[in-house]
Structure formats: C-alpha cells, structure tokens
C-alpha cells in the first residue's frame, strides 16, 4: 500500500518544490531555492499558509521572500536564472485578478529570454460557487475564461489545478519544461483559491528529493561532418555567440577553438561574457548596436558559425548585418527552432559545449588565412581607439552617456556585475562596456523591458551570494526606467542587499528621443517636461522639478548625487569606489547631456519610416530609410547551398 501524507494542495506543492534538484555535470543545487509571494485574499490561506508552516516547522526548507510588486518578482526570478546558468530559478506567488496579470510582462521576458521562471497566480473558485468572487474577470461567451488564461500565449508551459488529484502531474510536468534547455521559459500553474485549501492524501514519493539533469545532446555525426566541411572551406568565416554559449559553460572551449582556428568572434546582448574583451579574436559586439570592428568583418564573412543564438534583428542588424553574396550559415543551437533559422542547411542541433568540443577536435590542423588574422588585429586595434577616445574626459557639466559608463568601467572591478535592460543604454554597454568575466555582463535585450534593471540587478545579486560570490552589482539606469518600476529598492534595504544603482538623468526617454528624431518625428512626446496647453504638448515645457535622488533617499538607501560641473566624471568615480567600500545598497545620481552620443558602430536597425507626411523631417527619413534598407536580405539559404 502507498505511504501517503495528509496535505493541502498548497502544502503538497511547496514541500514538492523544495525538494527538487537540477544536475548538470558535477553541479547539483536546488531548481526551486525560493519562493517570492504576495498575499491577497486569492492565496492567503493556501499558499501564505503552506509557506508560513513550512516557516515554522522547517524555516530552510523553503524561504520565502517579500516582493512590492508582482511584475518584479518574475524579473528577480529571472536575474537569478541567468546567473546560474539557468540551473536554478524562483517561483512567484500572486493573488487573484490584478495581482496574477501584473506577472504577465514578466512571463512574457522569461520566455523571450528562454531563461526559467516559475509563476503561480491564483485563480478564482473552480467550484463557482462564489461567482463572482472579487477581482473576477466575466466574459458571457465563455464563463470558464479567467485573467489566467492570458498567461497561455506567454508561457512555454500552462496548466489550471482544477481539481487536487491534478497537482501531481502538472508539478512534474512543470518541472521538466522549467529544467529543458530547450523548451524553457515561464512555467505557470494557475491555482483556484479554492483548490489551494483542499486536502488530499499524497503519496510521499511525490515529497522526495527528485533530480532533474540538464540534457546536453552531442551533435549528430553527419550534422557535425557538413559543418566541419563548411568550415575548412571558409576564406572569412566569423562566430555569433549567443547566451547558448554561457548557458551551457562553453567560454573556455569557445576561447580554446577560436586560438586554435584564429576565427573571430562577435557577440550578441546575451553573448556578452563569451569572451573577454582583451582576447585576441573578440571584436567586441555585433549588428545593430555592434563595434566597427565586428560588423565589418561580419559584412565580408562567407560563413557564419552561429552559436546559442536567437538571431533577433539588432543581432542581424534588420538582416544587413551579413552582406557577402554567398554567406552560408552553420547554426548551433540545441534548439532546432533556432538552429535552422536563416534558411541553412547546416544546422548542429546540440549543446553549444558539446558542439564546441567536438569542432575544436577536428580542427586542430586548420586555421584562417593569414590576411584575415591580420585585419582582424587591425579593426580590433583600431575600435579599441575609438573606446578609448570615447570614454576620454570632457570636462563638460553634464557628460554624455559614453563617458559616463567609461567612468563606470574604471571604477568597477573585473568580475562586478554590470546589469541593464532598456534604453539607449544597453546599445552603448554593448559597444563600449569591455567585458572582463564571463558573467560581469547582463543585459535583458530579448525583450528589453524597462523597468527590469532594479528588480532583474536584485535577482543577479540574490544569485550570487547563494554561490558564496561577494562581487559587486552595477546597475545602470535612466530615469525613464527608474520611473517604471524602481519599488524593489525596497526589498533590497530590508533584506540588506547590497546592489548599486546607477541613474542617469536625462529628463525624458534619450533612446526613443533619438530615435524619434532619426525616423522624423522629431522627439514628440520624449521630453519629461510640463504640459503646455497652447500646443498641447509637452515640447517646450520647463523641465520637471522630479527629485529621483530624494526618491531613492525615502526609501532608505544610502544617495551620493554628482553635480553637474567639469569636475563630475572625477565625482562619479570617486561615488562608485565609495559605494563598492560600503556594505549597503548605494544610488547614486548624475545628470547627462542626452544629445551627446556614443560612436557609431556600423549596425542599422529597420523601423519603418511613414511613406507619407507633411512634416518635412519625416520626408527626409522616409528618404533616408528607402536607401538604408537597400541594403536588407531576406536570409533564406544561398544559391552555394541549392546546387
């Protein structure tokens, strides 16, 4: 006869959570090392209860931890994620209506991201005997339809406990996509409040420790003989590395290949890391938001060896990123979905480590042409030029956006992490930050989310001390951001975490201000400034007398503000080595001059202009757009491959 326990389904599921393991190699730690949660009438007396019993009886076994806002819960979740390699995540508690919805652009980055996040919204009484109960959506044409159902689209895995018995096989069924490299994303469990409280007799096997090892699928013998073929007939081949190649730990045999072969390597938003700045074969980022150096040699390549990419547009850079005629593509990736994109007929469906490998193997007697080891030294050579000039002092009252992360960068220690999301600044980290660890870099540009950086910095910074890793936590962040969402400032200085937050003021949104300008509809609606009512605009208005400094000084964290004066790169290098001195969280404020910009690295980005217009800047862009796009290929294989 089964041994069971008397639980409800609330209890059942947390005990279950905390005993999961996810194994990768010699690496065994916890899936689920715990629970964010705030409690509404929908989860109060299911999984409240469940987490506080557990707090009482067995206070390690599974911690649960404040959040103020649910959206926030997901991104620490997903800080967390990335940091580990996406080994480990948390799960995220929210009541009915409101409270489940606000997780949805949350579910929707972890998916974009393919990064594992664990969300648990209540949902309202499966039994309908309440209905409507508070913060219940109605619809007439389908009276089972909840706010939950709106998690579906989002998630790479969706399932409703109507009823106790159910819980045993979606938990398990959510674990398995939550730990699939290739399926991974958000996992939702939507939980009716009602089912939550009911009691069911569980098998103690479901309670045990259960591991969950990470595939790592080598690549196929024929697969891996037409890449190899691929590559020894390259002239100017050249690497994409993506996030897939940090996911799966294959930067020393990435760095090892590439000294073997000499071929250069440029690297995605999430690829950042994949190689240290100062290597020899690394140009620095590539496409849209890319170096000079990676997007020429990208231009003229014959072939491309994408790795643990996604292949988005700022990594294409709109698809005009790979000009050579006969460019071919040798897509590695462990999902096929990605690795068959851009029409190759080259696809390894493998882990990047693996994959990695086995090239290295093979190709230990080849290596690039000697004219191209000498051009890459020679644009290598001469982007780190233009980094340099960049981060240069100016001795302006408000320095640009590139000066300030140069101050930054000088103030920081190889291994901190630098944390960023929305922007203008993720384009200007991706060219001038010089990566120096392989996990000092963590942009969120899948689904560029502002708003990320507080919540997404606090989740990396919660990941590292579980690895006993005492580095630094920089985020930076523009006002526009900070204004979004900034409320997990306070989580931080409750639960004294130490992150540092960066905030550059630009009065307004310095990105889409730019680019609004650029497409022609010159920086309408991009200014903090106050309401004119003559234009009905707010272009002209006087600056807004927001105090963001005093903000973040109410919420308890120690404030450093740099006043605008020539002096204000030195201050702010002096603010960021006294907040790495400090055991607390630190926020520190300097103005900027938004119209000053980064260098430009070669990479276009396809936001279509209006054909028509009676704005004469508009008519410009439109012009200037048409000969820009000239330029874009549709990818689909080429002509080298159908012969």
């Not at 929707?108 to 996040?117: K, S």
């Not at 072939?303 to 071919?328: K, M």
Request: proline share 5%; net charge negative; hydrophobic share 45%.
């Amino acid at each position: 006869m089964t041994a069971t326990k008397r639980m409800t389904v609330s209890q059942a599921l947390i005990e279950f959570l905390a005993h999961q393991w996810t194994v990768d190699g010699d690496i065994r730690e916890r899936t689920i090392p715990g629970v964010f949660g705030i409690f509404g009438h929908g989860n109060v007396a299911g999984i409240g209860q469940a987490l506080r019993q557990l707090n009482v009886q067995q206070p390690d076994l599974m911690p649960y931890h404040q959040a103020r806002n649910e959206q926030a819960m997901v991104h620490q979740s997903v800080g967390y994620a990335r940091i580990h390699r996406r080994r480990a995540t948390f799960a995220s508690a929210a009541s009915v209506g409101p409270g489940a919805t606000n997780m949805l652009t949350g579910a929707a980055l972890a998916t974009t991201n393919r990064l594992p996040a664990l969300l648990l919204p209540s949902d309202t009484f499966a039994t309908r005997v309440a209905d409507p109960v508070l913060q219940q959506l109605e619809q007439p044409w389908d009276t089972g339809l909840t706010v939950n159902d709106a998690f579906r689209p989002l998630s790479k895995f969706f399932d409703r406990v109507q009823r106790p018995e159910q819980l045993f096989s979606t938990a398990l069924a959510a674990m398995r996509v939550l730990t699939d490299p290739v399926e991974t994303g958000a996992v939702t469990i939507a939980l009716p409040e009602d089912v939550q409280a009911e009691a069911i007799d569980v098998p103690l096997a479901f309670l045990q420790d259960r591991e969950w090892h990470i595939r790592r699928p080598v690549p196929e013998r024929d697969a891996l003989a037409r890449a190899l073929a691929a590559i020894r007939s390259a002239e100017r081949p050249f690497i994409v590395a993506g996030g897939g190649v940090i996911y799966s730990g294959a930067e020393d045999i990435l760095r090892r290949l590439v000294e073997i072969t000499g071929i250069p390597v440029g690297t995605t938003q999430a690829g950042g890391g994949a190689l240290p700045w100062g290597h020899p074969q690394y140009l620095g980022a590539v496409g849209a938001t890319g170096t000079a150096a990676a997007n020429r040699l990208a231009a003229e390549a014959d072939l491309v060896i994408g790795i643990g990419t996604r292949y988005s547009d700022f990594t294409t850079a709109s698809r005009t990123a790979f000009q050579n005629v006969g460019v071919r593509f040798v897509n590695i990736n462990v999902a096929s979905f990605d690795a068959y994109k851009h029409g190759t007929q080259i696809p390894v469906i493998a882990d990047a480590r693996e994959a990695l490998d086995a090239l290295k193997s093979a190709l230990e007697d080849w290596s690039i042409p000697s004219s191209l080891a000498e051009r890459i030294a020679s644009e290598k050579q001469a982007w780190d030029a233009v980094v340099d000039a960049a981060f240069a002092p100016t001795g302006l009252a408000r320095p640009g956006q590139s000066e300030i992360i140069g101050a930054v960068q000088s103030a920081t220690a190889p291994r901190d992490v630098i944390v960023q999301a929305a922007g203008s600044l993720p384009g200007d980290l991706h060219k001038l930050w010089r990566v120096r660890d392989t996990l000092g870099y963590h942009v969120e540009y899948a689904f560029s989310c502002m708003g990320y950086e507080i919540a997404g910095g606090l989740g990396v910074k919660r990941g590292l001390q579980a690895l006993g890793d005492d580095r630094d936590v920089v985020i930076m962040v523009g006002d526009g951001s900070y204004l979004m969402l900034n409320s997990e400032l306070v989580t931080a200085v409750a639960e004294g975490i130490k992150i540092i937050v960066i905030l550059v003021q630009n009065h307004g949104y310095a990105s889409i201000g730019h680019l609004s300008e650029t497409v022609g509809s010159e920086r309408f609606g991009t200014a903090y400034r106050a309401y004119d009512p003559a234009t009905r605009s707010f272009q002209g208005g006087d600056v807004l007398p927001v105090d963001l400094a005093m903000n973040a000084r109410s919420y308890g964290l120690d404030v450093i503000e740099i006043a605008p004066g020539a002096g204000a790169i030195d201050d702010l290098k002096a603010a960021v080595a006294a907040a790495k001195a400090s055991e607390k969280a630190t926020f520190i404020h300097i103005e900027s001059d938004p119209l000053l910009y980064a260098p430009d690295g070669e990479g276009w980005w396809d936001v279509p202009v209006p054909e028509m217009s009676s704005l004469e800047s508009t008519t410009r862009a439109r012009a200037a757009y048409e000969s820009e796009r000239l330029a874009q290929r549709p990818l689909l294989g080429d002509e080298a491959e159908t012969r």
